[in-house]
């Protein structure tokens, strides 16, 4: 089955710098890669998403890239702003049958921007 | 739009006690999850249910039954509660075959004694 790899598990970051998590996949038949935001006490809201046939999508200061070939996904947040401060999954979908629906989360990053 | 609701929010069983958790959607998706989290796992599919009518398990399914009682409400059941099932559960719905982002509750708090 998919295994996704996120990395890195913290991350602090200076209000107003870029913050960048990583992420791979394993299995080359993913074809769609959430990225989901989560504050404390609350579930997962999704912020952005890419498929495989894009390598960059952007949305205000939110952008993803992904790069098939390494089967490497990237979450980049600039300019950021203490709301930001969450735990951030990255994800990935593989193809056939019931698979569809099977999602394979990351671990997490818990990202903390300091005024 | 309430999106998705759960209920409880929190919970206390002892070792052995059953008990459903219950969700609810409003936004007339086909597909819905149960999930659970624990710290440093991630989130993982305990099961979903692709359309109403159906329901099939997950990567976690054991100790735990669903029901798609109809297009809004899944509802999942632990009929012997168990210490290794303290967690978090997450219950989300999605629009088209799985492949759309999904809108997740805001969980439920279980805590296993």
């Known amino acids: 089955g998919e295994n996704v790899e996120q990395h890195p598990s913290t991350l602090s970051v200076q209000e107003g710098d870029s913050a960048v998590i990583k992420c791979t996949y394993s299995?080359?038949?993913?074809?769609?890669f959430p990225w989901y935001k989560q504050e404390l006490g609350k579930g997962p809201q999704l912020i952005i998403d890419?498929?495989?046939?894009?390598g960059e999508k952007k949305d205000q200061r939110i952008a993803v890239t992904l790069n098939k070939t390494a089967k490497h996904f990237s979450l980049h947040i600039t300019e950021t702003q203490p709301e930001d401060s969450a735990v951030y999954f990255c994800?990935?979908?593989?193809?056939?049958?019931?698979?569809?629906?099977?999602?394979?989360f990351g671990k997490g990053t818990l990202l903390t921007v300091n005024p | 739009n309430a999106g998705v609701t759960q209920t409880p929010k929190f919970q206390v069983l002892k070792t052995g006690q059953s008990m459903t958790l219950q969700c609810a959607q409003d936004?007339?998706?086909?597909?819905m999850y149960w999930y659970r989290q624990d710290p440093g796992m991630g989130l993982r599919l305990i099961y979903y249910?692709?359309?109403?009518?159906?329901?099939d398990k997950g990567e976690v399914p054991n100790g735990y039954n669903v029901s798609r009682l109809n297009k809004r409400e899944f509802s999942l059941r632990l009929e012997s509660a168990a210490p290794s099932q303290t967690s978090v559960y997450f219950c989300?719905?999605?629009?088209?075959?799985?492949?759309?982002?999904?809108?997740f509750g805001s969980g439920t708090r279980l805590t296993v004694v």
């Open positions: 989300a719905s999605s629009e088209v075959k799985g492949r759309a982002g999904r809108t």
């Open positions: 299995d080359s038949a993913s074809n769609y």
């Open positions: 890419i498929r495989s046939n894009v």
């Open positions: 994800a990935a979908s593989s193809l056939g049958g019931g698979s569809n629906y099977k999602l394979t």
């Open positions: 936004m007339n998706h086909n597909s």
């Open positions: 249910s692709a359309s109403e009518g159906t329901t």
